[in-house]
């Protein structure tokens, strides 16, 4: 674990392994990118914004990737069940605004594909997904590194 470790830590690995483990949590695929982005930040603190912006950037590409997916997938999805329309409304009422969201675990993925099934401008989606995933980012590395810095030791 240690060298994995040492080989985030490095500049020339550290940023690009994290922005494609950032892009990849943002698909549908269960992998989180939180602990990349803590581990190079705590061994690299001076990349902290450079490491917040690369992550951030990942996310957004592949939450754009999702909702790309799921743009695709309208005409493959019939399946309406009175629970899913609930959401569908709440999410043609709320438009773009609702990636906002796309940060939170389980439903933030989807989010952005359904985001996409229901054809919700692709530009807005994108800039509300970088903002809600910006925001997380931060909050989160500034909790582990300041606020309560002995909650997790490298």
Request: with cysteine; proline share 6%.
């Amino acid at each position: 674990m240690q060298h994995f470790l040492e080989l985030l830590s490095l500049p020339e690995f550290g940023l690009s392994t994290l922005f494609t483990v950032a892009f990849i949590s943002a698909t549908l695929l269960p992998l989180g990118s939180e602990p990349a982005l803590f581990g190079l930040i705590k061994l690299n603190p001076d990349l902290f914004w450079s490491a917040i912006t690369v992550a951030t950037a990942g996310n957004t590409l592949g939450g754009a990737l999702t909702w790309l997916m799921g743009w695709g997938s309208r005409k493959v999805f019939l399946n309406n069940k009175f629970s899913e329309r609930r959401a569908l409304l709440w999410l043609q009422r709320q438009g773009p605004k609702a990636c906002l969201w796309s940060w939170l675990p389980v439903v933030g993925d989807p989010l952005c594909a359904v985001a996409g099934w229901l054809k919700l401008p692709f530009w807005p989606c994108v800039a509300y997904m970088a903002i809600g995933k910006c925001l997380r980012y931060i909050a989160m590395s500034v909790a582990l590194l300041w606020v309560f810095p002995g909650a997790i030791q490298l």
